[in-house]
């Protein structure tokens, strides 16, 4: 009883440190930036192509890098991937409160999608897959702890420059902050992940076992399970990069705004833990297919209306949306596939979905063409709306057998 009580501890003391980095990570990163790009592009000069450019390149250097956490983690353990994601997104934003000049921004948005890659998604799902027997519900609330970084994000801003600072001071701040929650994280997450398995790995869902990565990369439902992943990631990272502009263009205050960015993090937040609870009672499929079905008809709303209610019911819907589908579809891949290779084929799954880092630099070629981003989110519920047919339509994978 006792070891098994000591498992539960090493098992929830590397949820807690793995969830306080993603949030950390996610609030530095994606969230508020939407909310700090407008007073960079005004003081620096920059056109909304160019910032949304340098979003791109943030989402573009996460996915590459997606596998990088899988080749430290096998060769050197968690602990030291997490330090070396720490040092690498310090830099990031020390760069971004001292740089000058796009080139600057650019290369802040390269590190910081480096160190998101290794310090998030990947290495927290490898320490949870093996640290709970059944980690849905652990997913849930870790998922909830970085989608409550995306809440926190631009509060923190909007509180920074409510005291008269900078937005570089803002980003000093949190280079400071990231410096010593990276390095705690790594002291707390080491040792319930560095080679050890605390829980066993119990079959898929399927009853198929274990699956190989190329087993499983030669299957149709490992890419339709990859397009719905890219697709709630694609309709999030544009909604988080140009929504207070679009806000702003139909005649709201950017403090409202980002208000209402903060309201979709908090619903995605609430989304994630509420995956995780439904996740022990329903199919992760089932998850999947709801979750992108409000994530088309939020970003269709954004497109129709310029009222206030309307504005706030996209972020809600859109907040919802991301949030069950980040937790479901990270459930769907290890129950259709199993644990032992998850860590492998999670990462090529963030490492295929880079190409949802085109969306802000799409929508901002064409804010600065048509003068708006309607069509834009036209044109990401229609990409929706295909996933949700193809993924509602996937039969659980089977293997292959010899006669």
């Not at 998922?143 to 970084?149: C, Y």
């Not at 066993?200 to 149709?220: H, I, N, S």
């Not at 937790?327 to 880079?354: D, P, Y």
Request: no cysteine; glycine share 12%; aromatic share 10%.
């Amino acid at each position: 009883m006792r070891a098994i009580a000591g498992e539960r501890s090493a098992a929830w003391a590397a949820l807690a440190a793995m969830g306080l980095l993603f949030f950390l990570v996610v609030a530095g990163t994606f969230t508020s930036l939407g909310v700090v790009l407008p007073a960079m592009v005004k003081e620096m000069g920059w056109s909304w192509q160019a910032a949304g450019f340098g979003f791109t390149l943030l989402a573009l250097s996460t996915g590459l890098a997606s596998y990088l956490p899988t080749l430290a983690i096998r060769r050197f353990g968690v602990g030291w991937t997490l330090v070396l994601g720490t040092g690498v997104k310090t830099a990031a934003f020390l760069l971004l409160a001292f740089g000058r000049t796009l080139i600057a921004y650019d290369a802040a948005m390269i590190l910081a999608g480096i160190a998101f890659a290794l310090t998030a998604n990947v290495p927290g799902a490898f320490v949870l897959a093996r640290a709970f027997h059944n980690p849905s519900r652990a997913f849930g609330v870790y998922f909830l702890m970085g989608g409550l970084g995306g809440l926190a994000g631009p509060w923190l801003y909007l509180a920074v420059t409510a005291l008269g600072d900078s937005w570089r001071v803002y980003w000093g701040a949190l280079a400071g902050v990231s410096l010593v929650v990276g390095l705690i994280a790594a002291l707390l997450a080491h040792p319930a992940a560095h080679g050890e398995t605390l829980a066993p790995a119990p079959l898929t869902a399927t009853g198929e076992g274990d699956w190989g990565v190329r087993e499983a990369l030669a299957t149709p439902q490992f890419w339709i399970i990859v397009a719905a992943y890219t697709t709630y990631l694609l309709v999030g990272v544009t909604v988080n990069a140009i929504s207070v502009q679009h806000m702003v263009e139909k005649g709201f205050s950017t403090p409202l705004a980002g208000a209402l960015l903060s309201l979709n993090g908090l619903v995605n937040a609430l989304s994630r833990a509420a995956a995780g609870e439904l996740g022990q009672r329903l199919k992760p499929k089932t998850l999947t297919v709801a979750a992108l079905g409000l994530l088309a008809i939020g970003a269709l709303l954004f497109a129709v209306t310029g009222q206030l209610a309307g504005l706030a019911f996209a972020q809600v819907l859109v907040g919802a949306g991301y949030g069950v589908a980040f937790t479901a579809t990270t459930v769907l891949m290890l129950n259709a596939f199993g644990r032992e290779k998850n860590l492998e084929l999670f990462s090529l799954m963030a490492l295929i979905s880079t190409a949802a880092s085109v969306g802000p630099w799409f929508a901002g070629a064409m804010h600065d063409r048509m003068g708006g981003f309607s069509l834009a989110f036209i044109a990401l519920a229609a990409i929706s709306l295909v996933a949700l047919g193809v993924t509602a339509g996937m039969a659980p994978p089977k293997r292959r057998r010899s006669h």
